[in-house]
């Protein structure tokens, strides 16, 4: 594509190839990029709320995923669409930054360009679109910052934490265990969190899934849980008072390489190399031995006759622990990293109370446990569950709870949640759009009814008459002058969130509002789409 200009200085395109490409243009370029966000959106819409559906994912090689997080949803759907890839990555960007939210910031955004396509036919201009929604947006997160409350708990008082992480399960498949694995999350958020910084390094909450038992085993371990066990199976099974030699350098006989040419014509020469390769790999035991390890923890592996070698000299090992886990357990047991064989010292072994291999069920499976580490500032939480998809639905979901606490304890200000916030900066928006004179005006009304959308779709999800239930809130919302009247999803009774204990944080509803607005401005600033044409 190249921009030339004709005799009378007006610019024009030239369009490399231009059979094979296609070409949309103004309105209706508009027009097609709205409905293929919408039709994203279409979909994450049923997703929203505790009584939200599941969405089932089959991917090209056959695994089957089963989950209700936006962000996951979007993200295994492969879509082609150039547009709708722009609403993946917006959920991507709710989920890099928040954490929670991510189905919510979709719906918003298809709301908004929905609302958009009207205000199109009417005949106004998208940049005036564009800036209406700029200003509502503005309003809507200035008047989230208002009714906001803040939020108290310590670290003795964990109570109310948990109740926010609830919030977020409560919409998750697991929602059966939501009381305990919110506790889980919030005891590892505390166990990792630097309460005087207010920060949070979720790096060191290791999540680990093994399928078997029920959700309701799932636990928090003070330490690593590794997925390994121990090279020979007669080697200790619980080691106590562990010192343990972290390697990540080769923990065998140096090996000929295949470039390498040794002439073996005898059989004496054969168990002189052998003896050789035997005196060596002895002399690194006896290395490890010096130094006071009781176990070795290796990032590569060692052969058959090694592993004997080292059973014999009473030298318990595990081999082909991956990078990850090696930097955790290096964390959590204070030890060093060696990268070099030569380089091992006392210094630099890893202190843990407890080491033990733990087997499951009747399968052969078993898993390392090191307990009472040094430094108790990296923990695991073990998820039990029935089958995989399970697991990792879980996974998910413990991280959505998991970001929800973090970022609480970066900024313990929260809003109420089954849309009330929403329907109160509905309301303040479209008190504050009359007082813009230009057609600024009208997007501003739309963007007010935009918000809607989330008690609309929380409603519709939960089985209840969408319009009168929203009518009703928002009246009485008005009415009580409280701005935490939300859709009941779950029929307890009452629909004051407050009183219900529903409620998100903050940060990550404004977090929502800026994403939705910027994605659909971006949107509908685009008046010319060019493309390849079907290959
Ligand atoms: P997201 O991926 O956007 O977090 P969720 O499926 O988790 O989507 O749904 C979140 C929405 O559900 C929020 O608007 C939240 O306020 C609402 N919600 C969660 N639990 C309840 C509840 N018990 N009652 C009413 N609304 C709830
Ligand atoms: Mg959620």
Known sequence: MALAFDEFGRPFIILKEQEQKTRVRGLDAQRANISAGRAVARILRTSLGPKGMDKMLQSPDGDVIITNDGATILEQMDVDNQIAKLMVELSRSQDYEI????????????ALLEQAE?????????IRIA?????ASRIAFEHLERISQKFEFSATDIEPLVQTCMTTLSSKIVNRCKCMLAEIAVKAVLAVADLDRKDVNLDLIKVEGKVGGKLEDTELIYGIVVDKDMSHPQMPKRIENAKIAILTCPFEPPKPKTKHKVDIDTVEKFQTLRQQEQQYFDDM?????DVGATLVICQWGFDDEANHLLMHRNLPAVRWVGGVELELIAIATGGRIVPRFQELTPE?????GLVREKSFGTTKDRMLYIEQCANSRAVTIF??????MMIEETKRSLHDALCVARNLIRNNSIV?????AEISCSIAVDAAADRYPGVEQYAIRSFAEALDSIPLALAENSGLQPINTLTAVKSQQVKENNPFCGIDCNDVGTNDMKEQNVFETLIGKQQQILLATQVVKMILKIDDVIAPSDY
Do not use: F
């Open 285 to 289: 035991v006896q290395k490890c031995k």
């Open 416 to 420: 109420y949640g089954g849309g009330s």
């Open 383 to 388: 998820i039990r569950g029935g089958n995989k």
């Open 118 to 126: 009207k205000l199109l036919e009417r005949g106004i201009h998208p």
């Open 99 to 110: 954490g929670d939210g991510t189905t919510g910031v979709v719906v918003m955004a298809g």
């Open 131 to 135: 800036e209406g929604y700029e200003m």
């Open 348 to 352: 630099k072994l890893g202190k843990a």
